[in-house]
T-cell receptor
Framework: QKEVEQNSGPLSVPEGAIASLNCTYS??????FFWYRQYSGKSPELIMS????GDKEDGRFTAQLNKASQYVSLLIRDSQPSDSATYLC??????????FGAGTILRVKS | KAGVTQTPRYLIKTRGQQVTLSCSPI?????VSWYQQTPGQGLQFLFE???????NKGNFPGRFSGRQFSNSRSEMNVSTLELGDSALYLC???????????????FGEGSRLTVL
């Protein structure tokens, strides 16, 4: 079993819709959770971090964490074609040693 | 504010050679982490340096090594290159305040290594 699992996609949504990206992790002692976005040919960039159970909102992005279910999700409201990218879920036990999922490809169709 | 700078951006080596990659973190960032990205294995953690000390290490062979200088710049070295070392090597910096860090990383553009 991989430590961090994501559906590889592609996930296709129409412009203006909500995109829902999901991630599960195996290590119960994981402390910190992140979503990174990676455009084709570019390096990853952090879009959300979440450390405690519940929801965290930042603009069109909402991260949700459920430690009991070992589940992290990212919602993107009003999806735009510019949101088309690979979304990487990452988990940290401590510090900057992150374990990344394989990523979910998101395609937003105009 | 300048971002994370990695050099060289592209390089081609042959099996058995060694390579040194360089990373300059964002000014004021004291932690530098290195990651390897391949299509098959994705992003994998190599090591992290903070205040010239290796703070965390991933599951890579001893051929992979690194160091950090007093100005927080970092280098990683891969000796006796193998075909499987072909990858994008990403450096990431963070504030890294003391023991443990937030995991909020700023990545450089990467060094793409091809081993022939």
């Amino acid at each position: 079993q991989k430590e961090v699992e994501q559906n590889s996609g592609p996930l296709s949504v129409p412009e203006g819709a909500i995109a829902s990206l999901n991630c599960t992790y195996s290590d119960r002692v994981s402390q910190s959770f992140f979503w990174y976005r990676q455009y084709s040919g570019k390096s990853p960039e952090l879009i959300m971090s979440i450390y405690s159970n519940g929801d965290k909102e930042d603009g069109r992005f909402t991260a949700q964490l459920n430690k009991a279910s070992q589940y992290v999700s990212l919602l993107i409201r009003d999806s735009q074609p510019s949101d088309s990218a690979t979304y990487l879920c990452a988990v940290s036990l401590y510090g900057n040693k992150l374990v990344f999922g394989a990523g979910t490809i998101l395609r937003v169709k105009s | 504010k300048a971002g994370v700078t990695q050099t060289p951006r592209y390089l081609i080596k042959t099996r058995g050679q060694q390579v040194t990659l360089s990373c300059s973190p964002i000014s004021g960032h004291r932690s530098v982490s290195w990651y390897q990205q391949t299509p098959g294995q994705g992003l994998q953690f190599l090591f992290e340096y903070f205040s010239e000390t290796q703070r965390n290490k991933g599951n890579f062979p001893g051929r992979f090594s690194g160091r950090q200088f007093s100005n927080s710049r970092s280098e990683m070295n891969v000796s006796t290159l193998e075909l499987g070392d072909s990858a994008l090597y990403l450096c990431a910096s963070s504030l890294g305040t003391g023991q443990g860090s937030s995991g909020e990383l700023f990545f450089g553009e990467g060094s793409r290594l091809t081993v022939l």
